[in-house]
């Protein structure tokens, strides 16, 4: 069982930054993939970020590839997301998940979940 703790949101300009942290519990967070989702009012759940359990492995949406981060430390047990140039369309709650999947990009392949934060970015 991992419990996953979500934080780091909040409001920000467009064209600034954030960092989101979500850190989990438990002993085997290193066994676990982790990725980041976003869902916007109205919208599906969707991809933003994975990494794998070493943290050497990483892919992206499209959508945020050359502006998010994913990185992870896990003596830690955290995971993060550097988010940077904010756009409004990246206005959402952000969800960490942790897996068994490696580069996983759709919901159902994740097991556990975090119970999101907010991200507004104002125009």
């Known amino acids: 069982q991992v419990q996953l703790v979500e934080s780091g949101g909040g409001l920000v300009q467009a064209g600034g930054s954030l960092r989101l942290s979500c850190a989990a519990s438990?002993?085997?967070?290193?066994?676990?993939?982790m990725g980041w989702f976003r869902q916007a009012p109205g919208k599906e759940r969707e991809f933003v970020a994975t990494?794998?359990?070493?943290?050497?492995?990483?892919s992206y949406a499209d959508s945020v590839k050359g502006r998010f981060t994913i990185s992870r430390d896990n003596a830690k047990n955290t995971v993060y997301l550097q988010m940077n140039s904010l756009k409004s369309e990246d206005t959402a709650v952000y969800y960490c998940?942790?897996?068994?999947?490696?580069?996983?990009?759709?919901?159902?392949?994740?097991?556990?979940w975090g119970q999101g934060t907010q991200v507004t970015v104002s125009s």
């Open positions: 990494i794998n359990t070493s943290g050497g492995g990483r």
């Open positions: 998940a942790a897996g068994y999947t490696t580069y996983a990009i759709r919901p159902h392949e994740y097991i556990y």
């Open positions: 438990g002993r085997t967070f290193s066994s676990y993939a």
